[in-house]
């Protein structure tokens, strides 16, 4: 794995490049880009299938969205979906910049939120050959669950209040301890997983700092990653969700993506008896997965 930066607009957005084992420099790779889900950082479940698609053959791409973990761009925490989706086409300038990558065979795979945005990246960026989702989801469907206008409404009134000199609102993505949400009365199944795996030694890192700037709810509730799903998304796609069924919602994101979208070569795997997390990073999961994945890749890139 080699440290690599490319530009989004004006700051350095910060990657690992991953190699095959047996890479050589004088051959031209198929390659993948591998977007990591919201609060998260390259180093997580994004590096986990970068890796193991390095060792199936591929050169593997994963970066800190903008804004975010080592990237640059500000303000810091902010999670806009339009940069997000910026941020992969970027991604595929770079790769198409390095003499070992076949331009011709770039694709990509995202995880939870990482998946929703990388359909819409897909949707109209067709450098991207190929794509793959586990437990991908369309966050802003989630946030406007939830109480849109009030959220909006409260979002007009912070931003009034910043650019009149108060400090930036600066929330938790999710409760920093499993007590903490048991507290709140939170103890939903996908909540306290995203809990195990974010804020525990199993998946945490120092970069995944679980802040997110409130000001973004308003983008996260006006965006939808599947728009025109259906009339341009016609790249070969793989969904891959888990059987267990929780709040977040990418079981039901994960259907309505395949049947949305326009591609001829589609699939939707289940792996049975998963959760969305034990998608992120448990190996009988994450194996079932990439047996699917890195065929699928190797077939259509």
Known sequence: MQKVSFKNRTWDVAGNLYFPEKYDKTKKYAAVVCVHPGSSVKEQTAGLYA???????????????????????EPRFLEDPATRV???RCAVDFLTTLEFVDRDRIGALGICAGGGYAANASISEKRIRAIATVVGTNASRAFREANPLE??????RQRTAEVNGADKLINNWIPNSAQEAREAGLEELDLMEAIDYYRTPRGQHPNSSNQLLF????????????????YFLKQPLLVIVGDKVGAFGSYRDSFDLYNKAASSNKKIY??????HYDLYDQPKATNEALEQIIPFFKENL
């Open 51 to 73: 890796n193991q698609l390095a060792i199936g053959g591929f050169i593997a791409l994963t970066f800190d969205a903008s804004f975010q973990g080592e990237s640059g761009g």
């Open 86 to 88: 910026e941020d992969i």
């Open 215 to 230: 000001s973004s709810m308003s983008n996260l509730i006006m965006f939808d990653a599947f728009h025109l799903a259906e």
């Open 270 to 275: 289940t792996v049975k008896g998963a959760g």
């Open 151 to 156: 959220v909006l409404n409260e979002v007009g």
